[in-house]
């Protein structure tokens, strides 16, 4: 039976003095309605099997989620609960859970624990229903019939696999059809966190080893699913019971830490919220203030932290404004009238986390030295904060069926009714058939609790795990199409694929144009995760030998020549490599001195000191209408650099004073273009057709040996004049293969 939990003891050795402090959450919650007792599951037992089931009439045992449900949903059809409760008591009498209490306290229990989150009526009507058919005689038939398809579906969502037919890989394929039925239904996984909270709650009488197991896995899946889907509510109560199972003398210590502080007189959170309120009263902010104490696993890890922990460590203030602009006005008069701790402060408004929430964290300094943190929120970011996607009502629901009451405030983040993770998750799993890999990499990968996103130049966005790389991009847009990738730009300069990426960058994914690319084994040292991993092992396992393209180095690396010249920004010529080095210094050399004469008849320049030779410098090669900047070298001639120009630098540094130069009547101007491209058979005919198409002459060509299947050109060009540059350089991007062309920016000093 899915319910194999008893008596609501407290997990593990504690006291049952301390019941209540490891079955509801560790401290009292603020924001907990005070006024609703705790439930008594045997009195809710005796109602089940006592009470009346008259048609039309709301059992006394569903009372509480009644009145829960009406909390968020007044106006709710409450005639699916009735019938849903009717049809588990009836299938589910006879049967006991450990304790002795009727099956059925499990289900209201449940139900109970989503409703009180704010969870819609076809959600509380699965959620009575999510046993029936797996421990009675009701099929899926029968609850699509009486209830329809979407209970149906989430029903079948949270319904085990038998281990007759799967063994012990029931409990992996278990979680792999729930988390794919929760691809098309995040309500199936709410329900499922609901079952596994009460069943830790109940945990007690299980034998010790077994109460490991379950607490195990839900400290590996159970909690990370509970921190993706933002509910918080029940992500922190499983995590202070899991706690007391695994580690029950960290437990009692933190108990007692807990308990001595509650003992304290002084309490430094009152303190400060008390001054909060006067501040913010007198700026005219409406607001609540609350304080938010620590539960146990928090206190815990602050204790680690800092070592001895003193009143303001054991919670946090919470206030509580209507509208999100006010969340900046309480910022502001906070920072205004108290001491801010300006490194504490992290804005989930303005970025909201990928599970949903969105709040402003800030701290402020007292004269004693503590440290209050703060968090500032809207009544409905509180909300999601809370139930996270549980809050969200119906996702799927219709716009126009959605009441405007419910309806997000401007600013506030809708619902992703299919988060990045998730979708990045379905994706890998498929490529797993195996139940064992599935397992562990399911946990490896929701161990990865932080998220980033990362932006394509074409407006679209990726979500990757923090830690990700260029190999992870490549394989998060591509899939396994990815296996054709040379490279990447990221914020538009070239990278290597091991590049690990920030929030926030902007990734361009360079594919190559042979069929016949592969990845390389290296990209395993690189790929962070899943998807791209189970990717590159599948093709290396199906390519004995092969996975020896766009191969890089691992581990403190030197760049060679060639590898360093990619990394530049686009707008630079690379380093020449040592076999070449000799002969590239003679060519430029004959460039610049040719290039320098041609230019000084073609654009005109005028310099601010007459009777000066100019030249226009060879290293930026500048053409009108560039910004433009000189300085005198040997022999008395001017130099002419594009101020931004390297050089520029270089020359100021060294403290040579510039001289104002200016274009004069320019004519015909002479370029030098960097053109970057994959290579292929033919691309330099095309380029050179393309270049003379635009009536432009082509002083001279150099075609770069290919460095992992990427080619540099460079061309000294002689334009009519400097307009026709922009439409040169869009008629060279244009040719297939090409993916970057610039002017060209020589690194080092030139004159």
């Known amino acids: 039976m899915s319910a194999e939990a008893t008596n609501p003891a407290t997990p593990g050795p504690v006291a049952p003095a301390a019941a209540a402090a490891a079955t509801a959450p560790a401290v009292p919650r603020a924001d907990r309605r005070k006024s609703r007792p705790r439930i008594d599951l045997r009195r809710l037992g005796r109602a089940a099997l006592l009470g009346p089931a008259v048609r039309g009439k709301l059992p006394d045992a569903i009372s509480h989620v009644v009145e829960a449900h009406r909390a968020h949903h007044p106006d709710a059809d409450l005639d699916p609960l009735r019938r849903a409760y009717v049809l588990a008591e009836s299938s589910h009498r006879g049967q006991m859970r450990k304790s002795g209490e009727p099956y059925i306290t499990h289900p209201l229990a449940v139900t109970l624990i989503l409703a009180e989150l704010g969870a819609e009526t076809t959600t509380l009507t699965a959620s009575l229903l999510h046993d029936t058919v797996e421990d009675t005689d009701v099929t899926l038939d029968q609850v699509r ?7 149906r579906y989430l029903v079948d969502g949270v319904t085990k696999l038998e281990k007759v037919d799967y063994g012990a890989a029931a409990e992996p394929e278990t979680f792999r059809k729930m988390l794919v039925a929760t691809g098309s239904d995040v309500r199936v996984m709410s329900i499922k966190l609901a079952d596994r909270l009460h069943n830790m709650r109940t945990l007690g009488v299980m034998r010790p080893e077994k109460q490991a197991r379950i607490a195990k896995v839900t400290r590996d899946v159970l909690i990370p699913l509970a921190e993706r889907l933002g509910v918080q509510a029940l992500k922190t109560e499983l995590e202070d019971l899991v706690f007391a199972i695994l580690h029950p003398e960290e437990y009692e210590h933190t108990r007692d830490l807990i308990a001595e502080n509650a003992a304290r007189r002084d309490d430094p959170l009152n303190e400060v919220a008390d001054e909060m309120r006067g501040v913010l009263r007198e700026a005219g902010i409406p607001a609540e203030v609350l304080i938010r104490p620590r539960h146990f696993v928090s206190v815990h890890r602050v204790a ?13 203030l919470l206030v509580l404004v209507g509208e999100d602009a006010d969340c900046y006005g309480v910022l502001g008069e906070l920072h205004t009238c108290m001491t801010p701790v300006v490194s504490e402060f992290k804005d989930f408004i303005a970025v909201p986390k990928f599970n949903l929430y969105q709040s402003l964290h800030t701290a402020v300094a007292r004269p004693d030295g503590q440290v209050v943190e703060v968090l500032i929120r809207t009544h409905q970011m509180h909300k999601v904060a809370e139930a996270g996607v549980v809050a969200l009502g119906n996702p799927y ?14 600013g506030e983040r809708a619902d992703p009714t299919r988060p990045g993770w998730l979708s990045r998750l379905l994706d890998w799993q498929q490529a797993a058939p195996d139940p064992d890999t599935f397992w562990s990499t399911l ?3 929701l161990a990865q609790d932080r998220e980033i996103t990362v932006f394509r130049p074409d407006g679209g966005t990726l979500g990757l795990p923090e830690g990700a790389t260029c190999v992870d991009a490549a394989y998060a847009q591509y899939g396994e199409d990815a ?5 990447a730009r990221v914020n538009g300069r070239l990278a290597t694929l091991s590049t690990v990426l920030k929030d926030g960058d902007t990734v361009q994914l360079l594919m190559g144009q042979d069929p016949a690319s592969e990845p390389s084994r290296e990209w395993l040292e690189h790929a962070h995760t899943p998807a791209a991993r189970i990717a590159i092992q599948r093709w290396l396992a199906t390519h004995p030998g092969g996975g020896t393209g766009t191969e890089e180095p691992s581990g403190p690396r030197t760049e060679p020549a060639d590898t360093a010249a990619c990394a530049r920004p686009a707008d630079s010529a690379p380093a020449p490599s040592t076999a070449r080095e000799s002969t590239a210094r003679q060519t430029t050399a004959r460039d610049r001195s040719a290039e320098g004469t041609a230019r000084s008849r073609g654009a005109d320049v005028l310099a601010d000191r007459p009777g000066a030779a100019v030249r226009l410098a060879g290293c930026c090669t500048p053409v009108p209408p560039d910004e433009i900047t000189g300085f005198a070298v040997r022999g008395g001639v001017v130099t002419v650099h594009r101020v931004e120009c390297v050089t520029v630098a270089h020359m100021k540094s060294r403290g040579r004073a510039e001289i104002g130069v200016r274009w004069g009547n320019a004519t015909e101007i002479r370029v030098t273009l960097v053109a970057e491209s994959f290579g292929r058979p033919h691309l330099l005919a095309d380029l050179t057709e393309a270049i003379s198409s635009t009536g432009v002459d082509i002083v001279s060509a150099t075609v770069e040996p290919p460095s992992q299947q990427r080619v540099r050109h460079t061309y000294t060009l002689q334009l009519p004049d400097a307009a026709h540059l922009p439409a040169l350089m869009r008629a060279m991007r244009d040719v297939p293969g090409v993916y970057d062309v610039a002017r060209a920016q020589h690194q080092g000093p030139a004159l």
Do not use: M, N, W, Y
Not at 304 to 316: C, E, N, S, V
Not at 401 to 407: G, I, L, M, V
Not at 483 to 487: E, K, L, P, T, V
């Open 145 to 151: 019939e009486q209830f329809g398809e979407e209970v």
């Open 304 to 316: 680690r932290k800092r070592g001895r922990l003193r009143g303001a460590d054991f919670g946090r």
């Open 443 to 445: 946990r490896e990968d």
């Open 483 to 487: 296996h054709a990738c040379i490279g």
């Open 397 to 410: 629901a219709p716009a126009s069926d959605t009441p405007a009451s419910d309806a997000p405030a401007d």
